[in-house]
């Protein structure tokens, strides 16, 4: 596999992200203002001072198709606590207010998460029909994304990967695009901070994923060898 993007927002706390990776950055007007830094080695997110405060950042990914990325995130408030936090992918590099004008958004919020097409600043149908839901702490979570032409693939989990997929459906709405974050608090004012680490976007493996059924491989003995995925 080819490494397509990364980034580990390695450098001192309050330092800004890598402009060459990132070279657009953007808050909404606040007070406080919304951050957007690096903290203990990690990328953050911090929308506050005011309903809906918004961060975003468009990276230099350029124009990505086939797409197998993983990254863990860190939220600093749990339980079902207003929040928003977006990947987009196959992003065409416009925004539409609080979201993507054409591009797909995978999207953490107060109770669980959600991928969803924008096609001209609307949403579309919500890949795999609904969310997925989930009871957030304050630990550190892990998210595996692939895109592969029209398949749309999500898992988020804790400790062990599960290696099964909670989103597993197709749609056609986009097939390339760069990739693109955002983070924005509630309708109050209160601060919703978000680390993200260890982002890796790879082209897709050229061995095809099969599904999750598993099979058992037997000798003509009928002696059991062991089991595949």
């Known amino acids: 596999m080819t490494v397509l993007f ?8 309050a330092a800004a992200w890598n402009a060459t990776r ?11 203002t919304p951050v957007v830094d690096i903290q203990s080695n990690q990328g953050r997110f911090l929308p506050q001072g005011a309903g809906y405060a918004r961060c975003r950042a468009l990276s230099n990914s350029g124009n990505m198709a086939d797409i197998d990325l993983t990254a863990t995130f860190t939220l600093a408030t749990g339980g079902t606590a207003e929040q928003y936090h977006s990947i987009f992918l196959r992003h065409d590099g416009a925004w539409s207010g609080n979201n993507v004008l054409n591009g797909y958004r995978f999207m953490i919020f107060n109770t669980g998460y959600a991928l969803d097409p924008y096609i001209a600043g609307v949403i579309g149908t919500r890949i795999g029909g609904t969310s997925v839901s989930k009871t957030w702490n304050t630990s550190p979570w892990s998210t595996r994304i692939q895109m592969q032409g029209t398949a749309m693939r999500v898992r988020v989990w804790q400790g062990a990967d599960p290696e099964t997929w909670e989103i597993n459906s197709t749609d056609s709405s986009f097939s390339t695009g760069i990739l693109s974050m955002l983070s924005m608090c509630g309708s109050t004012t209160t601060a919703r901070q978000v680390l993200w680490d260890s982002l890796l976007v790879q082209d897709f493996p050229s061995v095809p994923v099969y599904s999750q059924t598993k099979f058992r491989v037997y000798s003509n003995s009928g002696v059991g060898l062991g089991e595949a995925a």
């Open 6 to 13: 990364q980034e580990d927002w390695t450098g001192s706390d």
């Open 22 to 32: 990132w070279p657009t950055i953007e808050v909404t007007a606040g007070t406080p």
